[in-house]
């Protein structure tokens, strides 16, 4: 399984960017599909999860800004980001957490980071 992230790039604060994380690779069962995020100095952190029953969680800073979406095969995840403020800056990966075949491990992928910066 690999995945690989895109859409990163500078905004403007107040902006619009989408990110898109491309999965390939056979799987058996997901589990989770998120979106992380990791600024200069500071440990990574959670931004965006969908469960595998399609349920939604996103960090408190971005709620109501942030929204996590997934293809029906699974194969893309979309983070859609609104309204966008400089602390948004930071490189966004994506991470899977899957079973690639039915008796495989369950087993968790990073993808390549994209940068995101919100700056004027």
């Known amino acids: 399984v690999q995945l690989q992230a895109s859409g990163g790039g500078l905004v403007q604060p107040g902006g619009s960017l989408s990110l898109s994380c491309a999965r390939s690779?056979?799987?058996?069962?997901?589990?989770?599909m998120s979106w992380y995020r990791q600024a200069p100095g500071k440990q990574r952190e959670l931004v965006a999860t969908?469960?595998?029953?399609?349920?939604?969680t996103y960090a408190d800073s971005v709620k109501g800004r942030f929204t996590i979406s997934v293809d029906n095969a699974w194969s893309t995840v979309h983070l859609q980001m609104n309204n966008l403020k400089p602390e948004d800056t930071a490189v966004y990966y994506c991470?899977?957490?899957?079973?690639?075949?039915?008796?495989?491990?369950?087993?968790?992928?990073w993808g390549k980071g994209t940068q995101v910066t919100v700056s004027s």
């Open positions: 991470h899977s957490d899957l079973r690639s075949s039915a008796r495989g491990p369950r087993s968790t992928y």
């Open positions: 969908i469960s595998g029953a399609k349920t939604k």
């Open positions: 690779g056979s799987i058996s069962s997901i589990y989770f």
